[in-house]
């Protein structure tokens, strides 16, 4: 994973490597290119090096071209009638915006859908996953257009070494099928996207993808090939749009990387005839950038070079090139500049989010967001028994959103239940850990009567994974005395060297203690099996982001949802609610928080072992959030901003 690792196989020169065959099973692979070109790189960042012109490539193609045109694909059917669920979100003249032909869509550079072959890299692509399920089931014209990664990132670790290794995807196998192509520039060449399609009842998957488009987030976050991936998702995913014959009711920027797809729309517009500024607003009304980052000046940056590069040569109409290099400064532009200057909707992804996210116009003005906090899709996160439970008990209705009497009925859940279900949810965990296998490389099973700590999000330094183990010795008395242990789990983005030794660092901190050896396991590649394991097997969720820097996050809703006891700071989307809805960490200074932290773990323990108080938090926690949660409550949400 990181260059100073001697067995990751993440190559540490800057010569860009045609991908190689690769077999999947192996732990050794060569590793694909973060370069979109085999030319010779000669300097930093704007004279790296070019996309391949695809045609000239002559290493083994990794999608290859038919002889034959594909065969036709079928069109879109009209969808059932959803006169019913637009009626009750009260927005019943949806019917006659929204259609197959003028769907909603979705613009994000990740998505974290493994049973559609493409993994994310944290909440950003969960959330874009969840919101194109929900429009699913709630038969919403949809279309999530996204890039299909040909490579894919992965650890194991044996005797606390971590070693990286990369798997080749290949489209079809996932359900995938051939469109055509469809091509983007450079100053230098051409590129060859193929446009690839998998239609899921009223929604679908639009992706471009190429055998050089590298993994997710490949390379650094203000370079080359980056910016190279975020050109051909907009411009790419934009011509994907007109060859399949749609044209958006609406575009959704899922973060600021997405913004070259309203920029393509205001160029073709205007490179069509119509004039400037009137294409400038109609793109502007039927744009929405949602935004998950709090703090601007924490975005990359672009150069002018670059973007001359990359950019430029996209773009048809001069009047649109004009605009878009007057918003340089100093030779170096911010894409959420341009963002806020193409879409007029603009929304946080919590109540707290959208009050605190520092962002400025070109003018310095402050930009106001819209607070649309995320939600999960509840049939992909929870219990299935807990969900026909909620059915049946009128907490939540056909849509899965509150009943009006919901908070009567959840009153009325016995400990007897949350018991039951929870004990269902730790039999399914062990039969997912039963493939896992944690620092030592050994399978790990948790006691059937052991009570279970998990923190389970991508570790990132403002997210605090190792905050419990602060006083060792603290922790293992909590759990020895408790009969509980605790599940570490999460990623560390590739490259991220810092964050990498601060997790071999607490691995080392529990391998020498031997009650956190045998109670403390740290579970590699974390992904979505493993994410709803955890949510439906364990007991309590540790959340403890530093406040103020959490957007949102949806592990929590996941675990709320399926009778788990929340320890968390008041950050995020939990801030949308009162702090006395769950057990909150508390103090001025981080070690006021570690603190409270051990405090609240030792009481979640005791309320496991009292009918009373588990009710209490339960009921507590599920009357508060259960709206907040619900990813048919965000949906309509959406929908009522946009229309």
């Known amino acids: 994973m990181e260059q100073n690792q001697s067995n990751n196989n993440q190559p540490t020169n800057t010569q860009p490597v045609n991908p190689q065959p690769i077999n999947s099973q192996s732990t050794d692979p060569q590793p694909p290119s973060s370069q979109p070109t085999d030319l010779k790189p000669t300097d930093q960042q704007s004279t790296s090096p070019q996309p391949v012109n695809m045609q000239s490539v002559n290493s083994r193609p990794t999608n290859p071209q038919p002889s034959s045109p594909p065969p036709k694909r079928n069109r879109l059917d009209s969808i059932e009638d959803v006169d019913e669920f637009y009626t009750a979100i009260k927005r019943e003249t949806l019917t ?10 979705y613009w994000t550079m990740e998505v974290y859908d493994k049973q559609n072959g493409i993994r994310g890299g944290g909440g950003l692509g969960v959330l874009a996953a969840d919101t194109r399920r929900v429009a699913e089931q709630l038969q919403v014209p949809f279309v999530l257009i996204t890039p299909f990664y040909p490579w894919e990132s992965h650890q194991k670790m044996t005797n606390l070494e971590q070693t990286d290794y990369h798997t080749e995807l290949n489209y079809k196998e996932f359900g995938f099928n051939l469109i055509d192509t469809v091509r983007i520039k450079t100053a230098t060449t051409a590129i060859e996207l193929s446009v690839i399609e998998k239609i899921l009842g009223s929604t679908r998957f639009l992706c471009i993808t190429e055998p050089n488009f590298g993994e997710l987030y490949s390379g650094e976050s203000g370079g080359d090939h980056r910016l190279y991936q ?53 793109v502007r009304k039927h744009t929405l950038y949602t935004n ?15 973007f001359e590069q990359y950019v430029f040569p996209n773009i048809k109409s001069v009047a649109v090139e004009r605009w878009l290099a007057d918003k340089f400064i100093g030779g170096r532009l911010k894409l959420s500049t341009v963002a806020v200057e193409i ?61 009006n009497n919901y908070i009567e009925n ?76 605790y599940v570490l789990a999460g990623r560390v983005h590739l490259g991220d060297t810092v964050m990498f030794g601060e997790l071999m660092k607490l691995l080392k901190l529990i391998d020498n203690d031997p009650v956190l050896k045998a109670r403390v396991h740290y579970l590699p590649d974390y992904d979505e099996e ?35 006891i929340l320890i968390s700071t008041h950050d995020g989307g939990v801030a949308d609610m009162p702090t006395d809805n769950y057990l909150n960490i508390e103090g001025d200074n981080e ?53």
Not at 96 to 105: A, D, G, M, N, V
């Open 96 to 105: 006659h915006k929204l259609s197959p032909e003028r769907p909603y869509c």
């Open 230 to 282: 975020e050109v051909a998702l907009g411009f790419g995913g934009y011509q994907a749009l007109k060859l399949v014959g749609l044209r958006p009711a609406v575009i959704q920027l899922n973060e600021v990387a997405t913004f070259f797809a309203a920029l393509a729309r205001l160029d073709e517009l205007v490179s069509s005839g119509m004039d400037f500024y009137e294409a400038v607003v109609y």
């Open 292 to 306: 998950h980052t709090l703090v601007q000046a924490a975005e990359a940056n672009f150069a002018y070079s670059q």
């Open 343 to 403: 879409a007029e909707l603009r929304s946080g992804v919590s109540k707290l989010h959208a009050r605190v996210a520092n962002y400025h116009d070109i003018n310095g003005g402050k930009i106001k967001f819209k607070a649309i906090t995320n939600g999960i899709d509840i049939s992909s996160w929870v219990l299935p028994d807990i969900i026909s439970y909620y059915h049946d008990h009128d907490i939540l209705d056909k849509f899965n959103l509150p009943t």
């Open 410 to 485: 959840v009153e009325k859940i016995p400990a007897s239940d949350i018991h039951h279900y929870k004990d269902r949810g730790r039999a399914l965990l062990n039969k997912t850990l039963a493939h896992r296998t944690d620092q030592y490389g050994n399978p790990v099973e948790i006691p059937a009567d052991a009570l279970l700590f998990d923190f389970k999000r991508r570790f990132v330094d403002y997210k605090r994974p190792w905050l419990a183990f602060t006083d060792p010795a603290r922790l293992a008395n909590i759990l020895e005395t408790y009969n509980a242990h």
């Open 530 to 564: 493993l994410g709803c394991a955890l949510s439906i097997g364990a007991n309590i969720a540790i959340n403890n982001p530093i406040v103020g820097l959490e957007a949102c996050g949806t592990s929590w809703m996941k675990d709320i949802a399926n009778f788990k």
């Open 591 to 643: 070690a006021a928080e570690v603190a409270s932290l051990y405090s609240q773990m030792e009481v979640a323990c005791k309320a496991w072992k009292s009918d009373f108080d588990l009710e209490y938090w339960i009921h507590k926690e599920l009357s508060a959030y259960l709206p907040t949660i619900s990813g048919s409550r965000m949906l309509e949400d959406y929908l009522k901003y946009l229309f």
